[in-house]
């Protein structure tokens, strides 16, 4: 089941460190650009991907095409992809070794998540982290 109540989620978000961002965008006006701003602003590590700007950087960090490109420790994948297409991104996170994955409001897709679960991650769904650590109170990482 993916993770609904206050104190999971608060725990999951504290002990990340390093966030890899699947549909990353380098447009203004898209949501996960301002998300990927105010996860910095919290003190995360976050690393975009996207193979449409592949090579560019986003909020001063290089842009990779895949996770499996990124080469580090990833604790949390953060997905910024229509529902059909959250499985391949869990897959990728998956078998980057990411701790979780984090499927964005109005991403919901059971399979992908239960495959995740099984692989050992945990699971948020349907939310965003940007709500959420306001929300909780959590404060800036160190």
């Known amino acids: 089941m993916p993770l609904t109540r206050d104190e999971d989620i608060r725990a999951l978000l ?3 460190r ?22 910095q602003r919290q ?3 976050v690393i975009p991907v996207n ?8 909020h001063g ?5 895949a996770l499996s490109q990124i080469g580090e420790p990833i604790d949390l994948v953060d997905i910024f992809r229509r529902p059909q297409a959250a499985g391949e991104a869990v897959d990728e996170a ?3 070794g990411a701790r979780a994955v984090w499927m964005q ?34 404060q800036p990482v160190a």
């Open 14 to 16: 504290e002990s990340v």
């Open 18 to 39: 390093t966030i890899a961002m699947i549909g990353a965008s380098d447009r203004p006006d898209r949501p996960s650009y301002g998300v990927m701003a105010f996860l």
């Open 43 to 45: 003190g995360y590590r």
């Open 51 to 58: 193979p449409q700007i592949t090579g560019e950087h986003v």
């Open 61 to 65: 960090e290089f842009v990779f095409r």
């Open 94 to 96: 998956i078998a980057a």
């Open 105 to 138: 409001l109005g991403v919901i897709n059971a399979e992908a998540a239960a495959r995740a679960e099984a692989a050992g991650l945990k699971v948020v769904m349907d939310r965003c982290p940007a709500i959420e650590i306001p929300r909780l109170g959590i």
